[in-house]
Antibody
Framework: QVQLVQSGAEVKKPGASVKVSCKAS????????INWVRQATGQGLEWMGWMNPNSGNTGYAQKFQGRVTMTRNTSISTAYMELSSLRSEDTAVYYCARGHYTAPSPYWGQGTLVTVSS | DIQMTQSPSTLSASVGDRVTITCRAS??????LAWYQQKPGKAPKLLIYKASSLESGVPSRFSGSGSGTEFTLTISSLQPDDFATYYC????????FGPGTKVDIK
């Protein structure tokens, strides 16, 4: 069955970077795109961007341009989302989701809590 | 950027009620709209895609309609498991979620 397993919770200081991983199993990793979505505590869902694991092509929401980088390691079927210059407003649960381009998906990771605090 | 709005932001209802949530896009997105249900501490669950297509395994009391800029999610008879927050998502131009509608117990 399709599974997306994300890395564990992180605590970072303002100005630092965080890299969250999303390990895929149960399907051919390079056949589907990966989207990243975040959710601050008590807030709504925010789409961050998309990556094609086959080509490495990416597309980012304007809000995160210049601060986010999405990459992959096809040999271990893992996608990564790195967010830099962290600030307190980046404290959130970060989700990966499988799909075709930015289309909706029933397959989501369990979420990774990133806390930014001095 | 396409902006998404939802109304109402909160909806109080009783089991058995018919519930309707509206989602509007700032420009036409054709039928490239999805609906998700989310419960606290859980990842979102896909209910509807392409405005009106029911995701496999989702109960038939959920239905979606609309095209262009105005869309609705209808729950025909609210069940105890349906108390949650609902989000619309456009995927016509990259993607963006609506702000959400919380359905709570009246």
């Amino acid at each position: 069955q399709v599974q997306l397993v994300q890395s564990g919770a992180e605590v970072k200081k303002p100005g630092a970077s965080v890299k969250v991983s999303c390990k895929a199993s149960g399907y051919t990793f390079t056949s589907y795109d990966i989207n990243w979505v975040r959710q601050a505590t008590g807030q709504g869902l925010e789409w961050m961007g998309w990556m094609n694991p086959n080509s490495g092509n990416t597309g980012y929401a304007q809000k995160f341009q210049g601060r986010v980088t999405m990459t992959r390691n096809t040999s271990i079927s893992t996608a990564y989302m790195e967010l830099s210059s962290l600030r307190s407003e980046d404290t959130a649960v970060y989700y990966c989701a499988r799909g075709h381009y930015t289309a909706p998906s029933p397959y989501w990771g369990q979420g990774t809590l990133v806390t930014v605090s001095s | 950027d396409i902006q998404m709005t939802q109304s109402p932001s909160t909806l109080s209802a009783s089991v058995g009620d018919r519930v309707t949530i509206t989602c509007r896009a700032s420009q036409s997105i054709s039928s490239w709209l999805a609906w998700y249900q989310q419960k606290p501490g859980k990842a979102p669950k896909l209910l509807i895609y392409k405005a009106s297509s029911l995701e496999s395994g989702v109960p038939s009391r959920f239905s979606g309609s609309g095209s262009g800029t105005e869309f609705t999610l209808t729950i025909s008879s609210l069940q105890p498991d349906d108390f949650a927050t609902y989000y619309c998502q456009q995927y016509n131009s990259y993607s963006r979620f609506g702000p959400g509608t919380k359905v709570d117990i009246k």
